[in-house]
């Protein structure tokens, strides 16, 4: 029966499944899910597929590395209902994010060496004073500190903040990103890796990781817009 199916252009969702290295319920899924269209059905209700949803299943799976699974399976299912302008928007969606991704590298890079290395031997300073070199208000510095991006310990003997060398480059390069347009939120994951490298010169690496991870997510998208560009092409 597989054979003549097959041969008929007919594909089990087993062999569809062992095509992709997939289980049959993913497939059951997918199709669930619209990411691939409704299987026809036998005399007896078992699913029988096309090449063509095999096609539609290589588009998916390549979209997923460079958009993730949620995005691919929103493209699939846009594609599906006839609203290819709405997929073409995820995906120009996906390719904003990359470049403003690949900005905000630039700008970190750009911050760390604006920086200068710490002294072998720095003295500590307080927030006035800080905040006069930065040429922002001291409520920025507690504001900064709230949000967990400088962590200035307190004199034991006065409460006062006490900004260690380590802690003023902190609030330099926090400076820098706010200048350069920066949230918050997402100054903090930088500034967690600056703490768990214990510097800046150590983050050499993650900064040549970050760019790799990048560069090919750049490559997974035109290997998912190959794909689904020949799905297209075929409905």
Do not use: C
């Amino acid at each position: 029966m597989a054979r003549n199916l097959q041969t008929s252009g007919q594909l089990r969702p087993v062999d569809l499944a062992r095509a992709h290295g997939l289980s049959t319920q993913a497939i059951r899924n997918y199709e669930a899910a619209g990411i691939l269209l409704a299987a026809d059905r036998t005399p007896h209700g078992y699913r029988t597929y096309t090449p063509l949803h095999a096609q539609a299943l290589h588009a998916f799976l390549a979209l997923v590395p460079g958009h993730g699974h949620q995005t691919a399976t929103a493209i699939m299912q846009a594609i599906h209902r006839g609203e290819t302008e709405d997929a073409l928007r995820l995906i120009d969606e996906s390719h904003a994010q990359l470049l403003e991704d690949r900005r905000t590298l630039q700008a970190v890079e750009g911050a760390l060496r604006d920086l200068n290395p710490l002294p072998a031997k720095g003295g500590d300073t307080f927030v006035g004073p800080l905040a006069r070199r930065l040429g922002i208000r001291p409520a920025t510095l507690r504001k900064w500190e709230r949000a967990g991006l400088v962590e200035p310990p307190r004199d034991p003997h006065t409460g006062y903040r006490v900004y260690r060398p380590a802690d003023v480059r902190e609030a330099m390069l926090v400076h820098q990103l706010r200048r350069g347009g920066y949230r918050l939120e997402q100054i903090a994951p930088l500034i967690a890796q600056v703490r768990s490298a214990g510097g800046i010169a150590p983050l050499a690496s993650m900064l040549r990781d970050w760019h790799a991870r990048l560069s090919a997510k750049g490559r997974d998208m035109l290997t998912g817009a190959a794909a689904l560009d020949a799905y297209l092409g075929q409905t």
